[in-house]
């Protein structure tokens, strides 16, 4: 696997990143991607050569091997990576995607633009952003639970029994170098909790930022109401003061008229 393509393929998730996407990232290809390409691969090197059991039996070793290793740490390790990086791309495509689809409507409108930024989280591309996040987690998490499944914990021992067919009775076998391999596995194992942290803290901050945004437009909708409503009572003020001062001034002629009915009276 060419790995300097697939980093400089996933590198353009930078720009469309937060600050815990980049974290992430980086968190990924130094910790995890170099430490798997320049030293993981060497230590498990020997993991079949080396693979030793107290029998002479044909085949008794292989299926002891296949029974202790159901799957190799390098190659659920390696898909383990492909599965967490892939999500990212979907945030690639759906950007690449609004591009073209803004070049289209430019051209159709005289320059007119469909998205003033196509790489905004905003609309469609948040959502996308965040379920590629709930992805990532998710594979991470998964793949910790299955490297758990299969070999009982994540230590490895330094001796296994094997009693399986063709062996001839219950067989010891042993695993060269248990140490080293007991350290990468919890140092995978550490990176990929990291991981996880760092794409529920991404999460928590998309959306905790997007609630802060709804409730400052509503506030700021709130006060534009509020603002058309002043405005309003201050266009129907002078008409009321108008009629009020009408009313005033009749008031001195039927005090007129009232005297004089008083005094024909009289």
Not at 26 to 49: G, I, P, T
Not at 52 to 64: A, E, L, R, Y
Not at 102 to 128: C, D, F, I, S
């Amino acid at each position: 696997m060419n790995w300097g393509t697939f980093q400089a393929l996933l590198g353009g998730v930078n720009q469309y990143s937060t600050a815990f996407g980049r974290v992430w990232l980086s968190m990924v290809f130094v910790f995890r991607v170099l430490v798997f390409v320049v030293a993981a691969q060497r230590v498990w090197s020997d993991e079949n050569k080396d693979f030793v059991c107290n029998t002479i039996q044909p085949g008794c070793v292989n299926v002891c091997y296949d029974h202790i290793f159901p799957i190799s740490h390098i190659r659920l390790w390696a898909l383990q990576l492909i599965f967490v990086t892939c999500p990212s791309l979907m945030v690639v495509g759906h950007v690449k995607y609004r591009q073209k689809k803004n070049m289209q409507y430019t051209a159709v409108h005289e320059g007119n633009h469909l998205y003033a930024n196509p790489g905004k989280k905003r609309g469609g591309l948040w959502w996308t952003y965040l379920v590629s996040l709930v992805f990532k987690a998710g594979f991470d998490a998964g793949f910790l639970y299955i490297l758990y499944y299969l070999y009982d914990g994540y230590h490895m021992p330094r001796l296994s029994k094997c009693s399986l067919k063709p062996c001839p009775n219950t067989v010891d076998c042993f695993i060269s170098r248990p140490t080293e391999k007991t350290i990468f596995i919890l140092f995978m194992v550490v990176s990929s909790v990291i991981c996880i942290v760092l794409c529920i803290c991404e999460m928590c901050y998309l959306i905790g930022k997007n609630v802060q945004k709804r409730i400052i437009r509503k506030e700021l909708e709130k006060r534009r109401r509020l603002a058309e409503w002043h405005k309003d009572t201050s266009l129907v003020g002078p008409s009321l003061k108008s009629k009020a001062t009408v009313s005033v001034w009749e008031d001195p002629t039927n005090t007129a008229s009232i005297q004089n009915l008083a005094t024909r009276e009289t």
